[in-house]
DNA sequence: ACTAATCGACTACAACTGTAATCATTAAAT
DNA sequence: ATTTAATGATTACAGTTGTAGTCGATTAGT
């Protein structure tokens, strides 16, 4: 039913911040921000409200300021936009992707393990 | 020096099936896509025209009709989109990328056998 | 009590996008 | 030879996005 919304990048930036940390006003949104990005606190209030108009963000009145808050969580946020990347991209096989990515950027020790413990559960599970 | 092309998701589907297959006409392009997308072939001559200008595609005058053809591989635009990707979204971590996919989609045997492939190379290649 | 700072609401505005339609030219069909 | 169809070029037009500015209300400072 709920048509999923579309989050421009500008606007992810602002959720990604509230996802690190909520709720929060417009200003602590704005100031921790800051650090990353280079805008405008009108420009700040602009993406926060698209976002609440778009669903993405939800508030509460604390007096004067809105407390926001997140409605949709992280994860499935970015599961369901990794599916499409890869579905579009990749023709939704996910070696090739990560052969890509491990060409271009340096695979670390880390990430190799981590990728196999994946391997291993996934092995266990299935057959 | 040259900008990367922001290319769009209906420009991304045109250039798509140009990579599969190249040189081709705008009515070739057409009908290809035809498969695919509800698209007018006004809207496909748009979109091929808007690549041309963006220096994503080029293309060779075959009398009166044009014969298009990318000026950026796939794979290079695959790697750059993959990697600023899994930067946006996942900290430029792949492991936890792919283990969002693997939880939101079924990995395949064979893709479980790619990804070991790719990690027995590159702990050949690397210590 | 007044003034200044701050908040959210509303407005602005150009570039980019999706989705074509119109136009002038040329090639094909009859 | 004329009409028709197909091409690329140009134009259209509303919605989205990036990036703020203005406005009216309220709170904080003095």
């Known amino acids: 039913m709920?048509?999923?919304?579309?989050?421009?990048n500008a606007e992810?930036?602002?959720?990604?911040?509230?996802?690190?940390?909520?709720?929060?006003?417009?200003?602590?949104?704005?100031?921790?921000?800051?650090?990353?990005?280079?805008?405008?606190?009108?420009?700040?209030?602009?993406?926060?409200?698209r976002l609440v108009k778009k669903e993405v963000l939800g508030f509460e009145k604390q007096q004067r300021q809105y407390l926001y808050y997140p409605l949709i969580a992280r994860e499935d946020y970015t599961k369901k936009e990794t599916t499409s990347f890869v579905s579009r991209l990749f023709k939704g096989k996910i070696a090739p992707m990560v052969a890509g990515f491990a060409n271009q950027n340096s695979l670390t020790k880390q990430d190799v393990n981590e990728l196999k413990a994946l391997i291993k559960e996934w092995e266990e599970n299935n057959d």
């Not at 509230?18 to 602009?46: C, F, G, I, Q, Y």
């Open 12 to 49: 992810f930036e602002v959720l990604d911040v509230l996802w690190d940390d909520h709720p929060a006003t417009s200003s602590e949104v704005v100031s921790r921000l800051n650090d990353k990005k280079d805008w405008h606190e009108k420009t700040v209030k602009t993406l926060l409200g």
């Open 2 to 8: 709920s048509d999923k919304p579309e989050i421009s």
